[in-house]
């Protein structure tokens, strides 16, 4: 995503929501920060922030309508940000914000999943071995449910250690019908897209409230193409269409996007202090090296996330 933001991927929405605090307005978005994850330690205070102080330890995920966080210092709303889990380094911490925050809300916001729920429940993960699929194997795990992931054979014993149940390689051939011939889900997070909301609902329980959610949507698309006015409708008529044609058939159509979320993220951090969710970092590189993170992010197939350190003392910040 991230490396799709740097191709100016999403300008027309953003450009128009830049926030002023963070971004001058000065007709241009350049220069343009890029990086969403934070860890770090708070250096000044807005006088109405009552929650923090100069000095706390925290993390956050910063929106992209701000400048982000491959810099020394970044801005964040009191809101956003969270204090960061006692148990992580600031680089094992920066791995976690901005995939947990998209797949929170997903499966929480727009999924209805919560830890008093999910016991028994069957998930399936549609590309389970990237930044989101590895938080969010991590978390209905931790939540009781019981989680079938598709991923490359070679992501297999890496998704296997995360705890998922159910293992789908999606490089033997079409997943389909290996996935049709399993008990039926209760929600699917789709990390792929592509031709998969083609067959991916049959494999829902219908009529029992089961959710497909795809993190794989049109909508900054539109408005890169359409430009705003046009974008947005286009975009509104496309997932009331395709709500509706699956409601029909007893099962939930939805589109899921990253919300920056400080409460969260306080509960993210207790899971990861309570050793339920660990960071999955790939790589990490120096702030000189950014532009070989940015190569091999392009590249894809990631393990988790790639973290770059800011500071040059590293995490004795
Ligand atoms: N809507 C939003 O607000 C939002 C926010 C964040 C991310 N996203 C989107 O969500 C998706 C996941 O993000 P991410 O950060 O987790 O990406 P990522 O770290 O690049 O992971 C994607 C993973 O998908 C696997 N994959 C590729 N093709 C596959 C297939 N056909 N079947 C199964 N697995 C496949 C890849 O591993 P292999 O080596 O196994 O191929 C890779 O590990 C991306 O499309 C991203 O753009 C959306």
Redesign the pocket.
């Known amino acids: ?1 991230i490396a ?1 933001f740097a191709g100016g991927y999403g300008a027309a929405t953003l450009s128009m929501k830049r926030d002023p605090l963070s971004i001058k307005q000065s007709g241009s978005e350049f220069p343009l920060i890029l990086g969403r994850d934070v860890s770090g330690i708070i250096m000044e205070c807005g006088l109405d922030v009552k929650y923090f102080r100069e000095g706390d330890e925290v993390w956050a995920a910063i929106p992209p309508w701000k400048q982000g966080s491959l810099a020394e210092f970044v801005v964040v709303s009191g809101n956003e940000v969270s204090h960061k889990p006692k148990s992580l380094s600031h680089t094992e911490a920066a791995a976690i914000p ?2 947990a925050t ?1 797949a929170w809300s997903a499966l929480v916001n727009t999924g209805g999943l919560s830890k008093d729920n999910c016991a028994n429940k069957r998930i399936l993960i ?8 590895t938080f969010a194997i991590q978390l209905l795990k931790a939540w009781g449910a019981h989680v079938t992931v ?3 054979q ?2 297999e014993r890496f998704v296997r250690g995360l705890g998922v149940d159910h293992v789908v390689n ?2 033997a051939g079409p ?1 389909e019908e290996p996935l049709s011939a399993l008990e039926k889900f209760n929600l699917i997070l789709d ?4 031709d998969t909301e083609r067959w991916a609902l049959n494999l829902l329980k219908p009529w029992s409230g089961a959710k497909y959610v795809t ?3 049109p909508f900054l698309q539109n408005t890169d193409m359409l430009g705003i006015a046009d974008g947005m409708m286009q975009t509104a008529a496309t997932v009331a269409t395709k709500a509706l044609k699956h409601l029909v058939k007893g099962v939930h159509y939805r ?4 919300a920056p979320s400080g409460p969260a993220l306080d509960e993210i951090r207790d899971m990861v202090d309570a050793g339920q969710i660990r960071p999955v970092v790939e790589e990490t590189f120096n702030f000189s090296q950014v532009p070989q993170a940015f190569e091999k992010l392009e590249k ?6 790639i973290v770059v350190q800011i500071s040059k003392a590293g995490d004795e910040l």
Request: glycine residues 26%; positive net charge.
């Open positions: 995503m799709h901005y995939v998209t549609l590309g389970g071995s990237g930044g989101v699929g598709t991923c490359s070679n992501a999606y490089t997943v990390n792929v897209g592509g993190l794989v949507t589109w899921g996007f990253f894809g197939h990631a393990r988790g996330k």
